[in-house]
Protein backbone atom coordinates (compact mmCIF):
# COMPACT_ATOMS: atom_id res chain seq x y z
CA UNK A 1 0.00 0.00 0.00
CA UNK A 2 1.34 3.40 -1.16
CA UNK A 3 1.56 6.30 1.04
CA UNK A 4 -1.56 8.57 -0.46
CA UNK A 5 -1.85 12.51 0.02
CA UNK A 6 -5.01 12.25 1.96
CA UNK A 7 -3.28 9.97 4.52
CA UNK A 8 -0.54 11.97 4.97
CA UNK A 9 -2.51 15.32 5.20
CA UNK A 10 -5.19 14.01 7.53
CA UNK A 11 -2.11 12.77 9.90
CA UNK A 12 -0.84 16.02 9.88
CA UNK A 13 -4.25 17.54 10.28
CA UNK A 14 -4.43 15.14 13.80
CA UNK A 15 -0.97 16.11 15.01
CA UNK A 16 0.92 19.33 14.12
CA UNK A 17 4.72 20.25 14.54
CA UNK A 18 5.31 16.19 14.51
CA UNK A 19 8.81 15.27 12.97
CA UNK A 20 8.90 12.51 10.24
CA UNK A 21 9.87 9.91 11.80
CA UNK A 22 6.92 10.22 14.70
CA UNK A 23 4.80 10.87 11.21
CA UNK A 24 6.09 7.53 9.69
CA UNK A 25 6.00 4.85 12.76
CA UNK A 26 2.21 6.24 13.37
CA UNK A 27 1.26 6.21 9.36
CA UNK A 28 3.75 2.28 9.23
CA UNK A 29 5.41 3.70 6.32
CA UNK A 30 8.88 3.38 5.71
CA UNK A 31 11.20 6.84 6.89
CA UNK A 32 12.21 7.29 3.43
CA UNK A 33 8.46 7.51 2.11
CA UNK A 34 7.11 9.95 4.55
CA UNK A 35 10.34 12.35 4.06
CA UNK A 36 10.17 12.40 -0.06
CA UNK A 37 5.90 12.73 0.68
CA UNK A 38 7.04 15.64 3.06
CA UNK A 39 9.52 16.92 1.06
CA UNK A 40 6.63 17.69 -1.92
CA UNK A 41 4.56 19.27 0.07
CA UNK A 42 6.54 21.49 1.45
CA UNK A 43 8.12 22.61 -1.92
CA UNK A 44 4.48 23.16 -3.06
CA UNK A 45 4.08 24.89 0.30
CA UNK A 46 1.32 22.94 1.91
CA UNK A 47 3.39 21.82 4.62
CA UNK A 48 5.41 24.03 7.01
CA UNK A 49 8.57 23.12 8.63
CA UNK A 50 10.27 24.48 11.89
CA UNK A 51 13.58 23.24 12.91
CA UNK A 52 14.72 23.40 16.62
CA UNK A 53 17.45 22.08 19.29
CA UNK A 54 19.18 22.79 22.28
CA UNK A 55 22.67 23.13 23.33
CA UNK A 56 21.97 19.36 24.30
CA UNK A 57 19.54 17.71 21.83
CA UNK A 58 20.52 17.63 17.92
CA UNK A 59 18.12 20.03 15.64
CA UNK A 60 15.28 18.32 14.48
CA UNK A 61 12.34 19.69 11.74
CA UNK A 62 8.56 19.63 13.05
CA UNK A 63 6.23 19.71 10.16
CA UNK A 64 2.30 21.34 10.24
CA UNK A 65 0.34 22.69 7.61
CA UNK A 66 0.18 26.16 5.91
CA UNK A 67 -2.37 27.94 5.17
CA UNK A 68 -2.50 26.54 1.85
CA UNK A 69 -2.33 23.37 3.47
CA UNK A 70 -5.52 23.60 5.69
CA UNK A 71 -7.03 24.81 2.43
CA UNK A 72 -6.17 21.53 0.75
CA UNK A 73 -6.66 19.97 3.09
CA UNK A 74 -10.23 20.89 3.66
CA UNK A 75 -10.89 20.33 -0.24
CA UNK A 76 -8.97 16.58 -0.16
CA UNK A 77 -10.47 15.43 3.03
CA UNK A 78 -14.12 16.38 1.92
CA UNK A 79 -15.22 19.87 4.08
CA UNK A 80 -17.18 22.22 2.89
CA UNK A 81 -14.83 25.19 4.02
CA UNK A 82 -11.41 25.68 5.74
CA UNK A 83 -13.61 26.85 8.81
CA UNK A 84 -15.63 23.30 9.09
CA UNK A 85 -11.96 21.55 9.03
CA UNK A 86 -10.57 23.33 11.44
CA UNK A 87 -13.56 22.78 14.05
CA UNK A 88 -13.39 19.30 13.12
CA UNK A 89 -9.33 19.04 13.75
CA UNK A 90 -8.78 20.73 16.92
CA UNK A 91 -5.40 22.58 17.19
CA UNK A 92 -2.48 23.79 19.06
CA UNK A 93 -3.00 27.48 20.22
CA UNK A 94 0.12 27.98 18.72
CA UNK A 95 -1.12 26.69 15.39
CA UNK A 96 -4.36 28.85 15.53
CA UNK A 97 -2.02 31.95 16.30
CA UNK A 98 0.10 31.43 12.96
CA UNK A 99 -2.70 29.86 10.46
CA UNK A 100 -5.25 33.27 12.07
CA UNK A 101 -2.17 35.92 11.46
CA UNK A 102 -2.72 34.74 7.24
CA UNK A 103 0.86 34.12 6.61
CA UNK A 104 1.28 32.45 2.92
CA UNK A 105 4.75 32.42 3.61
CA UNK A 106 6.65 29.74 5.61
CA UNK A 107 7.93 30.13 8.24
CA UNK A 108 6.97 34.01 9.14
CA UNK A 109 8.75 34.29 11.61
CA UNK A 110 11.14 32.19 14.25
CA UNK A 111 10.11 35.33 16.88
CA UNK A 112 7.19 32.97 18.60
CA UNK A 113 9.41 30.28 19.14
Known sequence: MSLSDQQLLD?????S???????????????????RALTGLLEDGI???VTHGTVHLP????YCLTMRGIRESAGLLDFDTPSDFMRAYRMSREWLTLISAGWTQWPPS????
Do not use: D, N, Y
Not at 17 to 35: C, D, K, N, R, Y
Not at 59 to 62: A, D, H, I, Y
Open 11 to 15: ALSRM
Open 59 to 62: SSGR
Open 110 to 113: TAWL
Open 17 to 35: FVESTELALILGEPHATVH
Open 47 to 49: VGK
